[in-house]
C-alpha cells in the first residue's frame, strides 16, 4: 500500500497537497436519514474535491489517504454510517461512483458498501451508505438510506 498524504484540519473537514500539486478538500457534516419510525438517524455525509478541477493525475497515494481517512474514521466511530455523495461537477459522478467502489473493494476493512439503485443512478444522483459490517443497527442504517433515497426522488411508478 502506498503511503498517505498527511491531512491538515480545515474549518470544513480535512485538506493535503498531492506530489503533482493538486489540493484535495475532504468534507463532511451531520446527516439526518429518517427510519421507519420516522426518528432522525444521524450519518455522516462525505464527500471530497481538487483543486483545480479540470487536472486528472494517476497518484495511487491519493487513493490511500481517502482510504486511510475512511479506516480510521470507522476505527472511532464504528457505531455510525457514512454517507458519500458524488460530486456532480463537471458531470464525472457516476465516474466519481465507479473509482470509490474500486477503492472500496480494495478496503478488506470489514465496511461494506450499499449503492443507491439504478433508478437513482439513471437521474445523476450517486450516493453510497458505508456501514461496518459487524454493526448490530447495520440493518437499520440501510433500511434508513434506501427510504431516504425514495422520499428524496421517489421512483416512478
Not at 12 to 40: P, R, V
Not at 52 to 72: C, G, L
Not at 103 to 126: P, S, T, V
Request: some cysteine; overall charge negative.
Amino acid at each position: 500500500m502506498f503511503i498517505p498524504y498527511d491531512l491538515t484540519k480545515t474549518e470544513d473537514g480535512y485538506q493535503f497537497t498531492s506530489d503533482f500539486g493538486l489540493t484535495y478538500f475532504l468534507y463532511f457534516s451531520k446527516y439526518y436519514l429518517i427510519d421507519e419510525n420516522g426518528d432522525d438517524l444521524i450519518v455522516t455525509s462525505f464527500g471530497f474535491f481538487h483543486d483545480p478541477e479540470k487536472v486528472r493525475v494517476n497518484d495511487q497515494r491519493i487513493k490511500a489517504t481517502i482510504i486511510s481517512f475512511i479506516i480510521d474514521y470507522f476505527e472511532k466511530n464504528p457505531e455510525l454510517g457514512i454517507l458519500y455523495l458524488c460530486d456532480p461537477r463537471d458531470d464525472l459522478a457516476r465516474h466519481r461512483r465507479i473509482i470509490f467502489g474500486s477503492w472500496h473493494r480494495e478496503m478488506d476493512q470489514g465496511i461494506e458498501k450499499f449503492d443507491c439503485n439504478k433508478y437513482h443512478a439513471k437521474l445523476g444522483y450517486y450516493s453510497s451508505l458505508l456501514i461496518k459490517a459487524d454493526n448490530p443497527q447495520k440493518q437499520h442504517y440501510v433500511d434508513a438510506f434506501y427510504r431516504h433515497l425514495n422520499e428524496l426522488i421517489p421512483e416512478e411508478a
